[in-house]
C-alpha cells in the first residue's frame, strides 16, 4: 500500500500527517471524488481504490509543529496547520483545554475536500468506516482495541493529552517494574533478618505474597488485614493468617468504618513497596498471640508490633543492603520493558517536556535507568536524553507540600552543590514541584504526573498543585484477565441471586397479606384477599425452602467470587458482589487515568483525547452486563392467576405498582 492513500484532513486524530510534493500554503489539492452512497459496503480494496484516483501522487510527513517539504515548485511558505498556543487556547464542550489541538488554516477551504457536499453526520459515519480500513491496512491496532485489552489506559476523568505540556515521572514501580517476588522477597528477607536480630522469633516464616493485595488496610489496633468497599465498611479481614468469617466480621467492624484520615490506627496498602511490611506484621501477629515474643521486648500490643516490623524494614532501606544487591545484579529483579523508552521518545518527540522525579537517590537511579533504557533507545541516546529535569532525592510528598532547597548533582559519583536556577537538562536533588513549575513556566493541569504511589504520587499532586495524574498499578492486566474468565461463574451466580429476589418478593407479598389477614384488613389484590388460608401458608412454605436451599448455594459461590485473582481477598477492584473497592474509590477519586505500564501509551499517541465513561455497575472495565428479562402485568391483572402455579414457576415478582415475571409466555401464568 502506498502512503498516497492516506487522508488530507485528519486533523483530530493520532498522527498529523500532510502531503509531501504539494507545498505548505501552496494550492489546495484536487478534490477527491464524492463518497459512495451510505448504503454501499465498503472493502478494503474499495477504499484503497478510491485513495488512488488522486490527480497527483502525493506521500506525506508526519510531524506535530511543522510541514515538511521536498517538492522544489513551492513558492508559498504558508503552512497548511498551526497548532494553538498556550497563549490563546480555548476551551472545548468538554471543559478540556485546547492548546496543543491542531488547526486548519484559512487558505485551506472545506469545499475543496468535498466534506460540505453532504450533511457532516453521512461523512463522519464514511470517514470512521474508512479511517477503521486504514488502521487495519496499515498494521496499527485502533485505540478502541487498545482500550478493551488488559493494557488498556482506563480514564476516570475526561484527559487531553494535546493540552499536557510537561510529563512527569516516578521511577520505582512506574518507569522500572521490579519483579514482586524477588524485590520484595528482598525486602522481607531482610526485615525477617533485623526482627531476628531484635530478639523476635522469626523460625519457620517465609514470604508469601499472596497473602497480601495492594489497597487493603491494617487495623493496627486489633492486629487485622481488611478489605473495604468504596464507603469504608469491611467486607472481608484477616487476623494474623487467618481469614475471619462473615459473622465474626460484621460483629467487629459492623458499626465503624474505615476512615484513612486515622492515621494513627489505619494503613492503607497504596503500592506493591507495602507487601514485604504487611505479610511481616501478619505473621508476626500470629507470634505475638501465639506468646511466642519474648517479654523482655516488653509489653507489646498489635500497633507496637506494627511499629517494630516498620523499624526493622526501614533500617533495611536505611542500611543499603537491598539496594546495594540490586545494584549489582538487576537483571534478578528487574522485568524489563522494550516498548516503555519508546513511549516516551513518541512524547518527547510531540513536543512534550519530560521530567523524573524519584525518591531514590543519584547512584541508585543512574544505575537502574541505566539498565532499564539505554539498551533500548535508538541512535545510541542515552536515558537522560529523554528528559528535561532530573529531580532524585524528592522526598514526596514534601515535595509537592513545601519548599526545599535544590541541589545540583555534578559529579558522577553524587556530589553536589546548591543551586538557585534550574537549567533545561539539569539533574537536581531535593527541591520542590513549585521550583519545577517556574523552571517549565506552566502551572497546574497542564502538567501530567504519573506515578504507582495513590497517597505519595497522585493525590498529594493533585489536591496541592491540581496537576493531572495517571496512576500505575501493574496489577491491572491480571486482574482484567481475572474478570474476563470469572464471568461464567459471576453470571451463574447473578442468576441464582436473580432468582432469589424473585421468590423473596412473592414471599414478602405473601407475607403482607398474611398480616393484614390478621389484622382483618383486606390484602392488595382481591385475588390475594380469596386465598384460603392453608393455600397462603403452604405457598409461602414452599417459598421459604426455596431461598434456604438457594442461600445454601448462593454463599460459597459468593466466597469464592474473585478467587481467580486471589483466593483470600478476590478482585482488586470489587468489595462484595457489585461495590467498589477502597482502592478502586481511591483510584477514581485522585488518579484521572490508570493502566498497568507507563508502555501501554504506545498503544494511543501523544496526542489522545481520553473520555471518561459511562459510570455503570462497577467501572468501565469491570462490568458485567447482568440483566433480567421481564415481562410486565398489571397488579389488577392478578385475580386471573392462579397463586399456586405462581408458587410452583418461582420466578414471579411483585414490585410497586406491577408484578414482574421472567420471560415465560403468558399462557403459562393464565388460569
Known amino acids: 500500500m502506498t502512503t498516497a492513500m492516506m487522508p488530507l484532513y485528519h486533523v483530530f486524530g493520532s498522527a498529523t500527517c500532510f502531503p509531501k510534493g504539494n507545498p505548505c500554503g501552496g494550492a489546495p489539492p ?98 470512521a468506516l474508512e479511517a477503521q480500513l486504514l488502521l487495519a491496512n496499515l498494521g496499527i491496532p485502533s485505540p478502541s482495541s487498545a482500550r478493551d485489552s488488559p493494557r488498556g489506559i482506563f480514564c476516570s476523568r475526561t484527559l ?34 533485623n526482627l531476628r536480630n531484635m530478639g523476635f522469633p522469626i523460625e519457620g516464616l517465609a514470604f508469601d505474597p499472596d497473602l497480601v493485595i495492594r489497597g487493603l488496610v491494617i487495623d493496627k489496633e486489633n492486629g487485622n488485614l481488611v478489605k473495604a468497599d468504596r464507603f469504608g465498611y469491611v467486607q472481608r479481614a484477616m487476623h494474623g493468617t487467618r481469614m475471619l468469617s462473615t459473622r465474626v466480621v460484621s460483629e467487629m467492624y459492623g458499626r465503624e468504618l474505615v476512615d484513612l484520615r486515622k492515621e494513627s490506627r489505619w494503613e492503607f496498602l497504596n503500592t506493591l513497596f507495602s507487601v514485604s511490611e504487611a505479610v511481616a506484621y501478619m505473621q508476626m501477629v500470629n507470634r505475638l498471640d501465639e506468646g511466642a515474643i519474648a517479654a523482655e521486648l516488653g509489653p507489646l500490643d498489635y500497633k507496637g ?30 522485568e524489563p520493558d522494550p516498548q516503555l523508552p519508546l513511549a516516551l521518545l513518541d512524547q518527547k518527540e510531540a513536543g512534550k517536556k519530560l521530567l523524573l522525579i524519584t525518591n531514590s537517590d543519584y547512584q541508585y537511579t543512574n544505575k537502574m535507568m541505566k539498565h532499564s533504557f539505554n539498551r533500548f533507545l535508538p541512535n545510541e541516546m542515552g536515558w537522560r536524553d529523554l528528559f528535561d529535569m532530573v529531580i532524585v532525592s524528592a522526598r514526596k510528598p514534601e515535595f509537592f507540600q513545601m519548599s526545599h532547597p535544590l541541589y545540583e548533582v555534578v559529579t558522577t559519583e553524587g556530589l553536589m552543590r546548591p543551586c538557585f536556577k534550574a537549567r533545561a537538562g539539569g539533574l537536581y536533588s531535593g527541591g520542590s514541584a513549585q521550583m519545577v513549575e517556574n523552571f517549565l513556566d506552566i502551572h497546574g493541569d497542564e502538567i501530567l504526573y504519573v506515578g504507582d504511589h495513590i497517597y505519595t504520587d497522585v493525590s498529594q499532586s493533585k489536591v496541592h498543585l491540581r496537576w493531572r495524574t495517571a496512576l500505575i498499578c501493574r496489577e491491572l492486566e491480571e486482574e482484567y484477565n481475572a474478570l474476563i474468565n470469572g464471568r461464567g461463574h459471576r453470571a451463574a451466580l447473578v442468576e441464582l441471586i436473580n432468582r432469589k429476589e424473585v421468590v423473596g418478593d412473592l414471599f414478602n407479598q405473601l407475607r403482607l397479606a398474611l398480616q393484614r389477614r390478621t389484622k382483618n384488613r383486606p390484602a392488595q389484590t382481591l385475588a390475594a384477599t380469596n386465598m384460603d388460608n392453608q393455600e397462603l401458608t403452604e405457598s409461602m412454605q414452599k417459598l421459604l425452602i426455596v431461598m434456604q436451599r438457594l442461600d445454601e448455594k448462593i454463599a460459597p459461590m459468593l466466597e469464592i467470587d474473585g478467587e481467580l485473582f486471589n483466593k483470600r481477598w478476590g478482585y482488586l477492584s470489587r468489595a462484595g458482589l457489585w461495590d467498589k473497592s477502597h482502592l478502586m474509590r481511591q483510584i477514581e477519586k485522585y488518579a484521572d487515568i490508570y493502566t498497568s505500564k507507563v508502555s501501554n501509551f504506545l498503544h494511543y499517541t501523544p496526542f489522545m483525547y481520553f473520555q471518561s465513561q459511562e459510570q455503570a455497575k462497577g467501572r468501565q472495565l469491570f462490568n458485567v452486563g447482568d440483566q433480567k428479562k421481564n415481562l410486565v402485568i398489571k397488579l389488577d391483572d392478578m385475580d386471573r392467576i392462579d397463586m399456586n402455579v405462581i408458587c410452583v414457576v418461582w420466578q414471579t415478582l411483585a414490585h410497586d405498582s406491577y408484578l414482574y415475571c421472567q420471560s415465560q409466555p403468558a399462557s403459562d401464568l393464565e388460569n
Open 30 to 127: 484536487p478534490p477527491p471524488p464524492p463518497p459512495p452512497p451510505l448504503s454501499m459496503s465498503l472493502s478494503p480494496n474499495v477504499v484503497m481504490r478510491m485513495r488512488r484516483r488522486k490527480k497527483k501522487k502525493k506521500s506525506f510527513l508526519c510531524s506535530a509543529s511543522k510541514c515538511n517539504l521536498d517538492d522544489s515548485s513551492s513558492s508559498s511558505p504558508k503552512q497548511p496547520f498551526s497548532i494553538t498556543p498556550s497563549s490563546q487556547y480555548d476551551v472545548d464542550y468538554l471543559g478540556q483545554s485546547t492548546k496543543g489541538d491542531l488547526n486548519l488554516n484559512s487558505h485551506h477551504q472545506l469545499p475543496s475536500f468535498g466534506i460540505d457536499a453532504r450533511p457532516i453526520q453521512e461523512v463522519a459515519k464514511i470517514e
Open 160 to 193: 487531553n493529552l494535546r493540552s499536557i505540556s510537561a510529563i512527569g515521572y516516578d521511577m520505582d514501580y512506574t518507569l522500572i517494574h521490579y519483579n514482586v517476588m524477588a524485590w520484595e522477597g528482598r525486602a522481607y528477607d531482610y526485615c525477617m533478618d
Open 305 to 334: 508490633l506494627y511499629k517494630a516490623v516498620g523499624r526493622a524494614l526501614f533500617r533495611a532501606h536505611v542500611e543499603g543492603q537491598l539496594k546495594n544487591e540490586i545494584m549489582t545484579n538487576p537483571e534478578l529483579f528487574v
